[in-house]
């Protein structure tokens, strides 16, 4: 009877383990997908700054 019970224990202790883990990848997934979004973000004002900077010296260019 001893082992049966403790096989039990073993299983639940080991999903149990299993639970904290993909709680803890869900949230650093969640992390991850914040900076993705973020880095976006930042990557499109770049862009947009870059853009506007281009058309300045177009300009500039044009009136010399």
């Given amino acids: 009877m001893f082992w049966p019970m403790f ?4 299983g639940f202790v080991g999903l ?3 639970g904290v883990l ?12 914040k900076q993705v ?3 976006a973000r930042r990557i499109s004002r770049a862009a947009e700054d ?15």
């Fill in 50 to 64: 870059l853009e506007r900077a281009t058309v300045s010296a177009a300009r500039a260019a044009d009136s010399l």
């Fill in 37 to 39: 979004t973020d880095s």
């Fill in 22 to 33: 993909a709680v803890q990848v869900f949230l650093e997934a969640q992390r991850l997908g």
């Fill in 16 to 18: 149990a383990v299993l």
């Fill in 7 to 10: 096989a039990v224990a073993v």
